[in-house]
């Protein structure tokens, strides 16, 4: 019934209080980024709006980092920002931020947790995704599982 692909149609519910600040402590990146209501059927993708921006868009929280980690970034974030994101988390930045972050977290003196251990691949960035993501891929499988055990049933009805 609701489209997978809706979402221009779909308005922006922002979560509770403390939903919002759950997920902050979760992803330092949602100070940024408003988490809005789950959509259905998209494996707990959520919808989010970009308080920097304006900007909208739905997936997971791995997609609310892509917003400030990729190439074309988020227009209005600060390296400042960035480098925050950079020094709490894994998410993979493009490399023409990884310079300008690294660059300006040594001309302000400040410390480099990424900086050693090299920059992490793109691919490989296996940050802990929120427990509601895994639950609500829990329930997709969930589906397909009955699906097949219906077919098995009716094969060995044949
Ligand atoms: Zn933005």
Redo the contacts with the bound molecule.
């Keep these: 019934m609701a489209s997978k692909k809706g979402r221009g149609d779909q308005p922006f519910v922002p979560v509770s209080k403390d939903k919002q600040r759950e997920a902050e402590r979760k992803f330092c990146g949602f100070k940024?980024?408003t988490k809005g209501q789950t959509m259905p059927n998209s494996n707990g993708n959520f919808l989010m709006e970009?308080?920097?921006?304006?900007?909208g868009f739905q997936g997971s929280q791995t997609k609310a980092a892509q917003?400030?980690t990729i190439k074309n970034?988020?227009?209005?974030?600060f390296v400042e920002q960035m480098a925050e994101i950079w020094n709490k988390t894994k998410y993979g930045f493009d490399p023409s931020h990884a310079r300008k972050i690294m660059d300006f977290l040594k001309s302000r003196g400040l410390r480099d947790n990424r900086c050693g251990s090299g920059r992490e691949p793109a691919g490989n960035v296996e940050f802990e995704d929120s427990e509601e993501e895994r639950r609500a891929v829990e329930v997709g499988d969930d589906d397909g599982e009955s699906d097949a055990e219906d077919m098995e049933v009716r094969r060995e009805v044949e």
């Design positions: 940024w980024v970009c308080k920097l921006c304006g900007q917003h400030f970034n988020c227009p209005k974030i």
